[in-house]
């Protein structure tokens, strides 16, 4: 099976390198191409991959062809590759707001896609992506499609009126988490921690009530009991976070974003 990448920036990087680290395709499988010639040089030297002459060349000779490109070109990327399309082509397309129903339309006949949002955590191999198919993806398909999917992370299938909330809740939330860690590491400093010493243990906290979080499948508000002592330290801190509004910014920062990827 030849997987070929149109567009090779961090996100198809990423996905090259977990499905290449986890074996599911050989370097000489992977076919890419990407209009900067940083990102084809970067792709090549990095991986190892095969660099093709132009997006229709990675068409005409790969088996899966995944769309890596941004919302704002994808239309016409898709006008160029249509004609070579074969029937039995797999296409997964990472763009953002871009529907099943948009992208057929766009291909002017009926494609296999698989339409997901990944979230940059992919590139540390931690990522987390939401997938739906279109209904003539079949099993077989959809297993080709998960494969690549978890080889840098973890991927859940939802139907696709919620991929909007996958924008937000996972696509643009790491930004939310780095603001977190970042806003933690300043007061560390403040209190007369080394500002590196202040980023490790902030990071370290986030990591690892996160991993609790999936490696249990208790309840978050159960786990954040569990900290909160009567009388201690913690819960004075949770009684500012609720005072101060932090629950309904976060909320208020992904209903705005949720909006926003509805109308890209």
């Given at each position: 099976?030849?997987?070929?990448f149109?567009?090779l920036?961090?996100?198809?990087?990423a996905m090259?390198g977990?499905?290449l680290?986890?074996?599911?395709?050989?370097?000489?499988?992977v076919?890419?191409?990407d209009?900067?010639?940083?990102?084809?040089?970067?792709?090549?030297?990095e991986?190892?991959?095969?660099?093709?002459?132009?997006?229709t060349?990675?068409?005409?000779?790969a088996?899966v062809?995944v769309?890596?490109?941004?919302?704002?070109?994808?239309q016409?990327v898709?006008?160029?590759?249509?004609?070579?399309v074969?029937?039995?082509t797999?296409i997964?397309?990472?763009?953002?707001a871009k529907?099943?129903?948009w992208?057929t339309?766009?291909?002017?006949?009926k494609?296999?896609?698989?339409?997901?949002?990944?979230?940059?955590?992919?590139?540390?191999g931690?990522?987390m992506t939401?997938y739906?198919?279109s209904?003539?993806?079949?099993?077989?398909?959809?297993?080709?499609?998960?494969?690549?999917?978890?080889?840098?992370?973890?991927?859940e299938?939802?139907?696709e009126?919620l991929?909007?909330a996958?924008?937000?809740v996972?696509?643009?939330?790491?930004?939310?988490?780095?603001?977190?860690?970042?806003?933690?590491?300043?007061?560390?400093?403040a209190?007369?921690?080394?500002?590196?010493?202040?980023?490790?243990?902030?990071?370290?906290?986030?990591?690892g009530?996160?991993?609790?979080?999936?490696?249990?499948?208790?309840?978050?508000?159960?786990?954040?009991?569990?900290?909160?002592?009567?009388?201690?330290?913690?819960i004075?801190?949770v009684k500012v976070?609720?005072?101060?509004?932090?629950r309904?910014?976060?909320?208020?920062?992904m209903?705005?974003?949720?909006?926003?990827?509805?109308t890209?």
């Amino acid at each position: 099976m030849t997987t070929g990448f149109i567009g090779l920036g961090n996100m198809a990087q990423a996905m090259i390198g977990g499905i290449l680290g986890k074996g599911l395709v050989s370097e000489g499988s992977v076919i890419g191409y990407d209009k900067a010639d940083a990102a084809r040089n970067n792709a090549a030297e990095e991986f190892g991959i095969a660099i093709a002459d132009s997006n229709t060349d990675v068409v005409e000779r790969a088996d899966v062809v995944v769309l890596a490109v941004k919302p704002q070109v994808i239309q016409g990327v898709i006008k160029e590759i249509a004609p070579a399309v074969k029937d039995d082509t797999l296409i997964i397309s990472i763009a953002p707001a871009k529907s099943i129903e948009w992208i057929t339309e766009n291909f002017g006949k009926k494609v296999k896609l698989v339409r997901c949002m990944p979230n940059t955590p992919a590139l540390a191999g931690a990522g987390m992506t939401g997938y739906c198919v279109s209904d003539n993806v079949t099993e077989e398909d959809k297993a080709v499609a998960v494969s690549i999917l978890n080889s840098f992370g973890r991927s859940e299938e939802v139907e696709e009126h919620l991929m909007a909330a996958v924008t937000s809740v996972s696509g643009s939330s790491p930004a939310y988490v780095f603001i977190l860690i970042e806003a933690m590491a300043d007061q560390a400093v403040a209190d007369g921690m080394s500002r590196a010493q202040a980023y490790e243990f902030a990071a370290q906290a986030v990591y690892g009530s996160a991993k609790m979080l999936l490696d249990t499948g208790r309840h978050p508000g159960e786990l954040k009991d569990m900290v909160c002592s009567p009388a201690g330290t913690t819960i004075d801190a949770v009684k500012v976070l609720e005072r101060d509004g932090f629950r309904a910014a976060v909320q208020n920062a992904m209903a705005a974003c949720t909006e926003k990827a509805k109308t890209l």
